[in-house]
């Protein structure tokens, strides 16, 4: 089965999923139209390689979709949307 992501709001994070095992999360704070995320964590068990970019990829994507921005406190995701550029106009304004 292909891993899917989906938006947990009531856990505020994205989950990554192969069924009903949860593979990992990219946890977050919504303030207004700005996502602000500050830890990632995908299971080294998994078996499963990429897990953790399929994810970001996923959240930021579904980010985009809603209109919103990001703050990359966590260091995965930052490290993600540097890797990225076409990701990097998501990244909320400082000045907002």
């Given at each position: 089965m292909e891993p899917t992501v989906r938006d947990a709001p009531e856990a505020d994070r994205?989950?990554?999923r192969d069924g009903e095992q949860v593979l990992g999360y990219a946890a977050?704070?919504?303030h207004g139209d700005i996502v602000v995320f500050t830890h990632t964590e995908v299971d080294p068990d998994a078996g499963q390689s990429g897990l953790g970019g399929t994810l970001v990829r996923a959240a930021l994507d579904d980010v985009r979709a809603r209109g919103g921005s990001v703050v990359a406190q966590c260091s995965f995701v930052h490290g993600w949307?540097?890797?990225h550029q076409e990701y990097?106009?998501?990244v909320a304004d400082p000045d907002r």
């Open positions: 994205y989950e990554i977050y704070q919504r949307i540097d890797r990097a106009d998501l």
